[in-house]
């Protein structure tokens, strides 16, 4: 099995660190068995967290939202030997990550283990308009948080490949899901 963590690593303000952990089969169904979160910590916690999840659950991947201030805690991850990806929230880049996460679902290829009324809160309150573009734009409600589902769509985003291509995480592999992000 895959274990594939994700962080979504806090922006100026009240957001929070979510660490989703999702275990992906080999036929490629993903559970989420963990989710944590923390506020207001510095990053170094964040890194001690992820090392300490790194030795209980020996992940393959980290996928990190390294918008705002996450690009100095990836320079710090990568520095502790662990595999990250990170990936830059766009508009483009969240549509395709929630599309990929209405799709999983609807497939019943994403499963959760454990449930989270956080997440479910900030799922059933999100909100979205499209721009003249044809992206969807999801956000949070005023003064809402989005951090729990952006961190499941981020997790999804291990369920794009095939799944023998995401145990080896080969740089074709890397490339599709970068393929994805940019579509």
């Not at 799709?103 to 994403?110: A, G, I, S, T």
């Amino acid at each position: 099995m895959i274990i594939i963590v994700v962080l979504i690593l806090p922006d100026i303000g009240t957001d929070e660190t979510v660490f989703t952990i999702l275990e992906v089969t080999a036929e490629g169904t993903g559970y989420v068995i963990y989710i944590e979160a923390t506020a207001k910590m510095p990053i170094t916690d964040t890194v001690g967290r992820l090392k300490d999840m790194f030795k209980h659950f020996n992940f393959r991947m980290v996928y990190a939202d390294e918008t705002g201030l996450g690009g100095g805690a990836v320079d710090m991850i990568r520095e502790a030997g662990i595999p990250i990806t990170p990936i830059t929230f766009t508009l483009q880049v969240k549509h395709n990550m929630y599309h990929n996460l209405k799709n999983k679902m609807e497939q019943n290829n994403l499963k959760f283990k454990i449930v989270n009324q956080k997440l479910l809160n900030q799922l059933g309150a999100l909100q979205y308009e499209y721009t003249s573009s044809g992206f969807a734009k999801l956000h949070a409600p005023e003064r809402g948080h989005d951090d729990y589902p952006d961190s499941l769509a981020l997790a999804c985003l291990g369920l794009l490949s095939e799944p023998l291509g995401l145990k080896t995480f080969s740089e074709e592999t890397m490339k599709k899901w970068e393929e994805f992000l940019e579509q």
